[in-house]
């Protein structure tokens, strides 16, 4: 991760246009990860993300300033959550399920179609191409968004499908120690990770590549 990062800045100083490149295919990604949750809520009869102008594919709606600032020097970066009434919601408890997984579903999508349009692109165009670079890159951080969301860990979107199955009141105790301390246990696991060079991580990377190589050799 941390060798991540040094190249972002280093981008940033040293290949400008590449990294605004970079950084468009990670708006891309995040704008319909995060449209897709609100569309979601939205077609089980919540309007709370409607209300709130989240069911947008514009970028600045669903942009956090300091996740970004965060992408940009520590490597780590995310949007504003969508909003959305589970009360609301037209199956009470599959529901937030599939408010959840909208997001990643989506990435996985616009991976898919940025993958199959890089295989049609490289045919063409040279890898240094800054529009080969944009949908490769796009496909890679699809895919990686997508994995990276399904860890079952709070606030990511995999928790939910874990915490439906804890329902039970049986373990409500679980499911508040989920609720409260999954923020800090993600982030605590990010930083062993970087500092240790372990691998917890790095291993979503080595996933997202080997999609991008199935896709792109369909």
Request: net charge positive; with cysteine; glycine share 8%.
């Amino acid at each position: 991760m941390i060798k991540a990062v040094m190249n972002l800045i280093s981008l940033l100083f040293q290949e400008p246009l590449l990294f605004f490149v970079i950084m468009i295919a990670f708006l891309a990604a995040l704008t319909v990860h995060e449209a897709s949750h609100a569309l979601a809520g939205y077609m089980q009869g919540d309007l709370t993300a409607k209300r709130q102008g989240r069911l947008t594919l514009n970028p600045f709606a669903h942009v956090d300033f300091w996740g970004f600032l965060a992408l940009i020097t520590v490597g780590f970066g995310w949007g504003k959550p969508v909003p959305y009434n589970p009360y609301n919601l037209r199956y009470p408890r599959l529901g937030p399920v599939l408010v959840a997984v909208a997001g990643p579903a989506a990435n996985l999508i616009l991976g898919v179609v940025f993958g199959l349009l890089y295989r049609l692109a490289a045919s063409y165009l040279d890898s240094s191409n800054l529009l080969a670079i944009f949908l490769s890159y796009g496909a890679y951080l699809n895919f990686l968004l997508c994995l990276f969301n399904l860890i079952p860990i709070p606030p990511l979107d995999g928790s939910k499908a874990l915490l439906a199955l804890l329902a039970h009141p049986r373990y409500r105790a679980a499911r508040f120690f989920l609720e409260t301390q999954g923020p800090i246990i993600l982030i605590c696991l990010i930083v062993i990770d970087a500092l240790s060079g372990i691998g917890i991580f790095s291993s979503l990377s080595h996933g997202a590549n080997a999609l991008m190589q199935l896709v792109t050799s369909l």
